[in-house]
């Protein structure tokens, strides 16, 4: 019973500062967008300056300096929640600000009985790991991929990255360069993940770290009956 309270307290603790971590990251970016909209019209003026005199190629240049600073804060994924929203692209942020490829699709199916702060705590578990193991190697091979949505009865998301050499289990559990609370972050997973009935895998190769979930969907009908 008291190593059950310790424990419990630990993981409210952890998941506090989790979030407040994602929230420190989502505000980061969206105050990078409500700058760029305020220098909006001094890009415009400064482009028009240089049109002006000629300076075509200089022109070409801040556009190229432009777009690549917007496609770092720009909103590219649409769940249809508004709070997975913002983690989701935060932490695809931080990955395309250290050089890491994302081909990421996701969408949260009807149904999905998940709570958007244990849809976050997944997510950016998931994603702060496999940005970690992408910041190990060579800038050539990172790699991340990102699939959420439907999978006949179940709500389906999978994270593959790019890894080092295959990690040695301990138990259920992967052994962490990053010490106790990197491997706490998939055991918090894989908790939440069991609160709603699911399942939960994570399978480590030479090269690559592939995390699995699957979680079933309430249907219309199931719906009412736990109303």
């Not at 609160?195 to 592939?210: H, I, L, M, P, R």
């Amino acid at each position: 019973m008291f190593l059950d309270k310790i424990i419990n307290k630990r993981i409210d603790r952890y998941q506090s500062e989790l979030m407040q971590k994602y929230c420190d990251e989502v505000e980061s970016m969206y105050r990078k967008m409500r700058g760029w909209r305020h220098d909006y019209h001094n890009h415009i003026q400064a482009m028009q300056a240089s049109m002006a005199l000629g300076k075509y190629d200089e022109v070409n240049r801040y556009l190229s300096d432009l777009n690549d600073d917007l496609t770092t804060v720009d909103t590219v994924i649409k769940t249809g929640r508004v709070m997975v929203d913002a983690i989701l692209n935060g932490k695809l942020n931080i990955a395309a600000q250290n050089g890491i490829p994302v081909n990421a699709k996701a969408k949260i199916p009807e149904g999905t009985p998940v709570s958007d702060i244990d849809l976050c705590v997944i997510i950016g578990n998931l994603l702060d790991n496999a940005v970690e193991e992408n910041k190990r190697i060579a800038l050539e091979n990172r790699f991340i991929r990102v699939y959420m949505g439907r999978k006949n009865t179940q709500f389906y998301l999978a994270v593959t990255n790019a890894a080092g050499k295959k990690q040695r289990k301990s138990g259920a559990r992967f052994e962490s360069s990053k010490g106790y609370d990197h491997g706490f972050g998939l055991g918090r997973v894989e908790y939440v993940v069991k609160k709603y009935g699911g399942y939960f895998s994570a399978d480590s190769e030479d090269g690559g770290f592939t995390a699995e979930i699957l979680i079933p969907l309430i249907e219309d009908g199931e719906s009412e009956n736990r109303g």
